[in-house]
Nanobody
């Protein structure tokens, strides 16, 4: 499975962006997918996760109410709608497939990491 994240860019505080994570290769719509982000000098942190069915979602406290994760299995794509962006949301955003464990928020439960897309929020 190969994942391609896209949709990042430069936006002013309060603005919105929609990230996409497209899967290719030996794809399966039965994978749970997560979004993580990593700012310079900081560890990679969980942002949001979604079950393969779309029926279960999980969010970091820092993005609850502002970000929405969704998926279109017909297109093998997972989305992250980001609203009310803040400068502290600036990071490289990665998507990955959850391969083990129970928790959506643990990075070591994931594999097939995409290459990341840069999100920069100016104040």
């Amino acid at each position: 499975v190969q994942l391609q994240a896209s949709g990042g860019g430069l936006v002013q505080a309060g603005g919105s962006l929609r990230l996409s994570c497209a899967a290719s290769g030996r794809t399966s719509s039965t994978h749970d997918v997560g979004w993580f982000r990593q700012a310079p000098g900081k560890v990679r942190e969980f942002v949001a996760g979604i079950a393969w069915s779309g029926g279960v979602t999980s969010y970091a406290d820092s993005v609850k109410g502002r970000f929405t994760i969704s998926r279109d299995n017909a297109k093998n794509t997972v989305y992250l709608q980001m609203n009310s962006l803040k400068p502290e949301d600036t990071a490289v955003y990665y998507c990955a497939v959850r391969r083990s464990g129970v928790s959506y928020s643990v990075a070591s439960n994931y594999g097939y990491w995409g290459q990341g897309t840069q999100v920069t929020v100016s104040s």
